[in-house]
């Protein structure tokens, strides 16, 4: 085992003691100081919670008259249970109950011999894996999503109350929205860093500020890092968010007034594909395609059909709420016959490209463009993949194009996520968002409700609460948040109500998989959408239901 070992200068004499003693039983880093100089106890306190926080030693031993600083200074950092112990017993009971890794010694209140005791019982005490401790080693760790935020608590009360409200609701209520998930410890922590201090106007190497070499090193690993992962040749991870990274798509490739095809807003497209009243709609010459109306799938043929007679310089595949997998193959095959550019939208489905549960549009597309939330997992934010011979044109378009100082800390949090992503686990958990939506998809189905295109292939489905119900999207989405299932009115194909209302809601299931649920608890949600739906007026279902949603996502915690 690795343990890290250091002291202040009061306890100089019992850390050289220790470190012969253990060294028969311990690779054993002694991490200063060397002498009796006065110094300051949480210098040394840090270099130890470092090492055990980062996983580089398996335990620390803090040392000074006390044990009371170090214990304080060691416990600020995740990972480290610091634990100060003046007898053996109580080694041996924080290492089985509390899982303590860090061991904090008072040189004036033991002896050498009896802390080398101490000490001994310590790293030979395993963890008690009982259910009792576990679960409050569980709550002990789950203290830090209130104490990340702790300060606030008191510099600004009113924020705190805010960022309290929305972990209560992440932790309380089942979230199906399919644009949203839930990121780890470590991608809000990269967000929250000091890196928002920095300015960092261009590119890494070809900055308009001094000072930019650690940010330029956070950007590199995102932008490499991303590659690795889509099989790109070029990335561009400064956008701010998915509208624009098609901004900068369209700025490095085509002119206003040119025109884009580009799937309808109320179709399943994004306000970006060229909405009449977003920038897109304003700017370029927007032709719509639709889905078939009997299948609610696109049609190819249709698609090719409509390319060759306007001749767009984009054709713009990628949805907000198309519920089936997109053949990347064949729109490139349109897109050569017609002489266009292949845009591909891929934010909503980045996640399941990622591990393996979409097929790419990589290999086919001269752009992809994606959020890096939604089935990503990561920080609000926004990417740009494209090929070589784009590289040049699309950071133009980006800086100076259309923005100015990227948000560097977000970028950070976007190299994380896609680490993240390149770790095994996650392609299994790709499958299972899958899996959950067709298994949830299927349990509402069977309750009778019509589901836009038979079923779902990937994150989301839409179910049409108008023609099995006669309510709107709205009252349904309304109902729900009163049961604690919190999913999205949505327009669905040929939508006869308006976009305020629709005549539909949009379901998905990243954010539940991500809390580790599988296809029993999708059985579960959707009998409880059934429920509420089936009684829209009825409070006591949707106390019932909120009751019960309550009970089953305390067995699955937010990250």
């Not at 990227?406 to 993240?420: D, Y």
């Not at 836009?452 to 109902?479: R, W, Y």
Request: hydrophobic share 40%; net charge neutral.
């Amino acid at each position: 085992m690795k343990l890290a070992i250091a002291s202040d200068h009061g306890g100089v004499e019992l850390k050289s003691a220790l470190v012969n003693a253990l060294a028969n039983i311990a690779e054993v880093e002694d991490l200063g100081p060397s002498d009796k100089t006065s110094c300051d106890y949480s210098d040394y306190a840090v270099k130890v919670a470092m090492k055990v926080s980062s996983g580089a030693a398996e335990f620390g031993i803090l040392i000074c008259r006390s044990g009371i600083g170090m214990s304080m200074c060691a416990n600020r950092f995740q990972n480290v249970r610091a634990a100060l112990c003046s007898t053996t017993e109580a080694a041996t009971l924080t290492r089985q109950h509390n899982g303590a890794n860090v061991l904090c010694l008072g040189a004036d209140t033991v002896s050498v011999e009896y802390a080398v005791e101490i000490a001994k019982a310590f790293l030979a005490t395993p963890v008690d894996e009982d259910e009792r401790h576990a679960r409050r080693r569980w709550k002990l760790e789950r203290a830090q999503r209130f104490s990340d935020a702790s300060g606030l608590m008191r510099d600004d009360p009113e924020v705190f109350a805010a960022i309290e409200a929305q972990t209560i609701q992440e932790d309380t209520e089942i979230n199906l929205i399919a644009s949203e998930n839930t990121s780890s410890r470590a991608c809000r922590e990269a967000t929250g860093s000091v890196l928002m201090n920095k300015y960092a106007e261009g590119y890494p190497g070809k900055r308009w500020y001094s000072g930019c070499l650690p940010v330029d090193a956070a950007e590199e690993l995102a932008r490499k890092r991303a590659c690795e992962l889509f099989g790109a040749d070029h990335a561009n991870v400064q956008p701010h968010c998915g509208s624009a990274a098609n901004m900068a798509v369209y700025f490095a490739t085509i002119k206003p007034g040119d025109t884009i095809l580009s799937m309808s807003l109320d179709q399943g497209g994004h306000l970006s594909h060229g909405s009449p009243v977003n920038f897109s709609g304003k700017i370029y010459n927007i032709v719509p395609y639709t889905v078939n109306p009997e299948t609610e799938t696109l049609d190819y043929d249709q698609i090719e059909k409509l390319a060759m007679e306007v001749k767009p310089k984009i054709l713009l595949t990628g949805a907000s709420a198309y519920p089936r997998t997109i053949d990347f193959k064949r729109i490139r095959e349109i897109c050569d016959k017609a002489g266009c550019i292949m845009l591909v939208d891929m934010a909503h489905i980045a996640g399941l490209v990622a591990g393996g549960a979409h097929p790419s549009p990589v290999p086919y597309a001269d752009f992809v463009t994606t959020t890096t939330h939604k089935t990503l997992g990561g920080p609000r934010g926004g990417m740009v993949l494209c090929k070589d011979q784009w590289a040049k044109a699309l950071d133009s378009a980006v800086f100076p194009g259309m923005q100015g100082g990227p948000l560097e800390n977000i970028i950070a949090a976007k190299a994380v996520v896609f680490r993240e992503w390149m770790l095994p686990e996650k392609k299994g958990y790709a499958q299972q968002v899958v899996k959950n939506c067709q298994v949830m998809c299927k349990t509402v189905q069977d309750r009778g409700y019509r589901i836009v295109s038979g079923g779902t292939d990937n994150h989301l489905f839409l179910v049409d609460v108008k023609k099995t119900k006669g309510i709107t999207g709205k009252e349904a989405a309304a109902a729900l948040d009163a049961a604690g299932i919190v999913v999205n009115k949505n327009t669905i194909p040929y939508d006869t109500e308006s976009p305020f209302k629709t005549s539909g809601i949009r379901v998905g299931t990243a954010s539940v998989t991500t809390r580790g649920m599988k296809e029993a608890e999708m059985i579960k949600i959707g009998t409880w959408i059934a429920d509420v739906l089936d009684n829209i007026a009825d409070t006591s279902v949707q106390e019932r239901v909120k009751r019960e949603a309550k009970e089953l996502v305390a067995k699955f915690p937010v990250p």
